[in-house]
C-alpha cells in the first residue's frame, strides 16, 4: 500500500516580498541584510539557506503550509505600518504555490477583515493568530468578529506564539533559550484554557490548532479538574500540533487527548517533524489523516 502523503502544517518561510519589506523598514521588525533586529532583543543573524524556496521544497515531499513569524510582532504593528508586510507576506506566500500553501493573518489594530475573507476563498489554507490575543476568555470574545469570518469560511485558525512582551526598566540578560522554553508555551497555556473557557461555546464548528502541543496545556486538565474545572471531553475540532516536542512530550498529549487531536507539525527551519514509533496507524494519523481534517474538516 502507497502510504499517504504527509502534510506539515507548520513551517515558516520569508517570501522574497517579505524580506524586502523587512530590509525597507528604518526600525525594528527590520533585517539589516540577513540580520534580524527585534525589539528588546540581541540581533539574530538569519540564515539565507532557511528562505531558499527551492531548497525547502527538497526537504519535503509531502504538503506544506507556510505561516507568518507571529514573534516578529507584524500582526501588532499599527494598521499602517504593518500593512506593507502583511501585504508582502500573503503576495509572497501566494507566489509560491503550488508547492506551499499558506495561513493567511491580520493587524490586530483594525483587521481588514474583507481582505481575509477574500485570502480565505483564494487559496490560503486558514488564518494564523498569535497565542498572545487570547490571553484570557474575554480577549477570546472581543476576538469574536475576526474568528466569525474564518468560521464562515469553513477555513481554520491556528494559534502560534507571538512576539515576547519587552521588559524595560530590567537589564538581565536572559539565555537564548529563554522565550522558546518559558514565554512560548506560557502564551499557548493561556490560549487554550482561552478557549477552552469560552471559545467553542462562541464558535461550535470552528476548526482550531494550537501549535507546540498548546505549550502542553492539556496535561494540566487533572489540575484544572481538581480547581473545579469540568471533566475534559476531546473535541474532534480543536488540534494540537507536535512542533518542538519528541517522544515523551507527545505520549503525555496522547494519554490526555488520545491520538485524533494531534497533527503533525515541524516549525522548520526551527525544528524537525516529530517521527512516532507507534506503528503505522498512528504515523499515518498524525501525518496524514488529522492534518487532512483540520485543513479541510467537514460540517457535519
Known sequence: MTPSPAID???????????????????????????????????????????????????????????????????????????????????????????????????RQDPDLGDLKHRLTDGFAGLQIPATWLTTPAAVDGLAELLAVADAADKPVFVHPGPVATRPDSTEQLPPWWAAVVEYPGQLTAAWWSWHAVGRSLFPRLRICFAAGAGLAPVHHERYLARGGRPLVVDRRTFVDTSSYGRQG?????????????????????????????????????????????????RS
Open 9 to 107: 502544517i507548520h513551517q515558516h518561510l520569508w517570501p522574497a516580498e517579505l524580506i524586502d519589506a523587512l530590509r525597507a523598514r528604518s526600525r525594528p521588525p527590520r533585517l539589516d541584510g540577513w540580520t534580524l533586529l527585534l525589539e528588546g532583543e540581541p540581533p539574530y543573524e538569519v540564515d539565507p539557506r532557511d528562505h531558499d524556496p527551492v531548497a525547502r521544497r527538497a526537504l519535503d515531499d509531502g504538503r506544506i503550509v507556510l505561516g507568518p513569524s507571529s514573534p516578529l510582532g507584524i500582526e501588532d504593528l499599527p494598521a499602517d505600518e504593518g500593512k506593507p508586510l502583511l501585504t508582502a507576506w500573503h503576495q509572497g506566500a501566494a507566489a509560491l504555490a503550488p508547492d506551499f500553501e499558506a495561513w493567511a493573518a491580520v493587524s
Open 250 to 298: 507527545v505520549d503525555s498529549l496522547i494519554r490526555v487527548l488520545g491520538v485524533d487531536p494531534l497533527v503533525n507539525g515541524s516549525d522548520r527551519p526551527y525544528g524537525v517533524a516529530f517521527e512516532s514509533d507507534q506503528g503505522e496507524a498512528v504515523s499515518t494519523a498524525f501525518r496524514s489523516t488529522n492534518p487532512l481534517r483540520l485543513l479541510e474538516g467537514t
